[in-house]
């Protein structure tokens, strides 16, 4: 269910704010209606985000960042774990004081993960929302505004109950991904290389909320790589559930190395980023590419979880301890400089002092770069909601403070090693007064990485 009752509200009580459908006035709009886009979650909803409002430009809406001056609200939520959920239903709240009789707005749909995997229990929490729209609807999201549109027309400017949209279709997600998207930042664009996950880690929710994975044709994606190359795009960053897996289900092996080729041949493309690896897909081939292909940024985000083998056993990982660490001393000694990223998870069912020792050590050891701790949610559906022992909720925040604790250490020394050193930036942006500016090495990934610099620098 909804973690209503642990989100406040956004504004005052309730029960005191206005419940009408729709908003006054609809009869006389005249087209282009304003639609605010707002994005949670993560770079592979930004793409989605950003396909989506291509196709509203396209469908003859405009676009505006302000809420609070939109005739339409669209949420794309992510709904992966509590803290998202969370998040996106403080959204919904937002968003739905921003309707009459406290604003303008006339319609909030709420799109994404969250309406993939709740659409019924949004519609009867939320009346004020209008619309849900699943993961594989994002390209009917103009069709949908549109009926809602129609049918509010038709109640004399407020739309009737009953014409509230549960559109959540079957089949896969990649139809929006065709939109000619303009990316939200000048110089980088995340590239969706694949849509869903056929691993079966026990704690997560994706598969059931993404469906198994789905590779984009190769000739799709490199027409959209010319295409973001000729309107000033320079780093391409490629994002997935798992990298890795693409191509598998085109062809019946792994065709991300030849996919890094052709993209790196692309004139303008300066600089290609591969996130969302997994360890047992990292092969021969690509860490040749790492070590050959000067477009192909020495860095590598490898999510492993965890290093203790009964934990791994328990989240059906399918790596130990020993092929994680044959595989990063390997990286280390193959691919000279390579910058390291990963995410581990702490607080899973089973998890004892013995394995978070193990796993400190591991971190000790191979000394991650960059690394993302997570505390273990309980996601329902999936099998690791049901193991126990649980581990208490303060024990499993103490062992994450553990973890954070030693990365701050090691990534601070990381950074240290770099003072004194040349090397080359992707500029972003520039100051107001034009004397000082961002950018980013190859050790950098947007956004997360800066993010984590800027941590170590208040430790």
């Known amino acids: 269910a909804l973690p209503r009752g642990r989100v406040p509200l956004a504004s005052g009580n309730r029960e005191q704010r206005g419940r009408r459908r729709g908003g006054a006035g609809l009869t006389d709009l005249h087209p282009p209606l304003s639609v605010a886009l707002v994005t949670l979650g993560c770079p592979k909803n930004l793409v989605d985000s950003e396909c989506v409002a291509s196709l509203l430009l396209e469908s003859g809406f405009s676009l505006t960042e302000d809420p609070s001056a939109a005739d339409i609200i669209v949420l794309n ?4 774990i509590a803290p998202a959920k969370e998040e996106a239903i403080r959204a919904i709240l937002e968003a739905a004081d921003r309707k009459p009789p406290g604003g303008a707005c006339r319609f909030v749909v709420v799109a994404g993960c969250l309406a993939q995997r709740y659409p019924d229990e949004i519609l009867e929490e939320f009346p004020e929302v209008d619309a849900v729209v699943g993961t594989r609807g994002y390209a009917d999201i103009p069709w949908v505004i549109g009926c809602l549109s129609d049918a509010a ?9 009953a014409d509230r949209i549960r559109h959540v279709p079957a089949g896969d997600s990649l139809a929006h991904l065709g939109a000619a998207r303009r990316p939200s930042t000048p110089v980088y664009a995340y590239l969706k290389v ?3 996950c056929s691993n079966r880690c026990a704690y997560c929710a994706i598969p059931g909320i993404r469906g198994d994975h789905v590779s984009r044709p190769m000739d799709d994606l490199i027409a959209e790589a010319v295409r973001l190359a000729g309107i000033g795009t320079r780093e391409l960053v490629l994002v997935a559930q798992d990298t890795t897996r693409y191509g598998l289900d085109l062809s019946g092996r792994r065709l ?6 052709r993209l790196a041949a692309i004139p303008g493309i300066l600089r290609i980023r591969l996130m969302y690896a997994y360890a047992d897909g990292v092969d021969d081939a690509l860490i040749d ?3 050959t292909e000067p477009k192909l940024a020495r860095y590598l985000d490898l999510p492993i979880q965890h290093a203790s083998d009964p934990i791994l056993g328990r989240m059906n990982r399918r790596d130990t301890r020993h092929s994680l660490e044959a595989l990063l001393h390997r990286l280390r000694r193959d691919v000279p400089g390579i910058v390291l990223r990963t995410t581990v998870l702490v607080g899973f069912p089973g998890e004892t002092e013995q394995d978070m020792d193990v796993l400190l050590s591991f971190l000790r050891a191979i000394r991650f770069d960059r690394l993302g701790c997570f505390v273990f949610s309980p996601e329902e559906g999936t099998p690791a909601a049901a193991m126990e022992p649980k581990v208490p909720e303060s024990v499993a925040e103490s062992r994450y403070h553990r973890v954070m604790a030693l990365q701050q250490a090691i990534s601070a020394a990381s950074l240290r090693r770099r003072v004194g050193t040349v090397e080359s930036v992707l500029i972003e942006s520039v100051s107001d007064d034009g004397i000082f500016y961002l950018g980013r090495t190859s050790g950098e990934a947007p956004e997360i990485d800066l993010h984590e610099q800027a941590l170590i620098a208040n430790v």
């Open 77 to 80: 939520t992510c709904g992966f």
């Open 153 to 161: 027309r038709k109640g004399g400017g407020v739309l009737p109950a």
């Open 194 to 196: 694949s849509e869903g």
């Open 256 to 261: 991300l190395p030849d996919l890094v080729r």
């Open 289 to 291: 590419l790492f070590r």
